[in-house]
Each structure stands twice: as structure tokens, then as C-alpha cells.
């Protein structure tokens, strides 16, 4: 089955900078669209960044644009999010979530991906 594990989470002050990884398994990772998406406390979920399956095309919110980078590694399958200049309004559970196939339609949408992972808390202090 597919799974989907994020770590580097923590807590880190604010300017500071962190890695997110997710490492998946049970699915063909090159051939999949990957996200990170975050739910703050009290919040909706909401949509941080997405890639494609060779890395070709990448979106960020504009929230974090300029700021955090996913990229990913294929032959690790793995995906990762570079977060940088880290703000206390990033505070949140960051989730990887995954999407079979080519297609980037509506990939900002929690909605587009068929698995998700369990989380990993990312706490910055002002």
C-alpha cells in the first residue's frame, strides 16, 4: 500500500530554517504529482506547494513564495520542502500528500491528491 512519511519537523525560531522530507513507498514515485499542504491550529488546511513528477514544473503559494522551495528526488522518492525566513504565522502540521498520474489540474486543492501523510508539526517562536 501506499505510504507517505514526512519528517524535520520542529521548533525553530523565527528567520530561521528548516527541511521537510517525505518519504514515499507503494506507488511510482516519478509518475506522481507531489504536495505539501499545512493546518494550523483553528484553521483550514491549506496548499503550500506542489511538483511534478520530474520536478519540471513547481507552484508555491503566495504566502511562502520567495521564502520555501519543494524539490524533490526521485531515486529516493522522496520530496522535500526547503523552508526558509520562517515566520510564527508558519506554524502548523505540514502534510505530504501524493497524486497518481501526470495531470497538475486544480493541484492546489487538497481535493487532487489520493494519499496523504500523517503530519509533521512545524512550531516557530516570534
Known amino acids: 500500500q501506499v505510504q507517505l512519511v514526512e519528517s524535520g519537523g520542529g521548533l525553530v525560531q523565527a528567520g530561521g530554517s528548516l527541511r521537510l522530507s517525505c518519504a514515499a513507498s507503494g506507488l511510482t514515485f516519478s509518475s506522481t504529482v507531489m504536495g505539501w499542504f499545512r493546518q494550523a491550529p483553528g484553521k483550514e488546511r491549506e496548499f503550500v506547494a506542489r511538483?511534478?513528477?520530474?520536478?519540471?514544473?513547481?507552484f508555491h503559494a503566495e504566502s511562502v513564495k520567495g521564502r520555501f522551495t519543494i524539490s524533490r528526488d526521485n531515486a529516493k522518492n522522496t520530496v522535500y520542502l526547503q523552508m526558509n525566513s520562517l515566520k510564527p504565522e508558519d506554524t502548523a502540521v505540514y502534510y505530504c500528500?501524493?497524486?497518481?498520474?501526470?495531470?497538475?489540474?486544480?493541484?492546489?486543492?487538497?481535493?487532487?491528491?489520493?494519499?496523504w501523510g500523517q503530519g509533521t508539526q512545524v512550531t516557530v517562536s516570534s
Open positions: 500528500a501524493a497524486r497518481p498520474g501526470a495531470s497538475l489540474a486544480n493541484s492546489s486543492y487538497e481535493g487532487a491528491y489520493n494519499y
Open positions: 511538483i511534478s513528477g520530474y520536478g519540471t514544473f513547481t
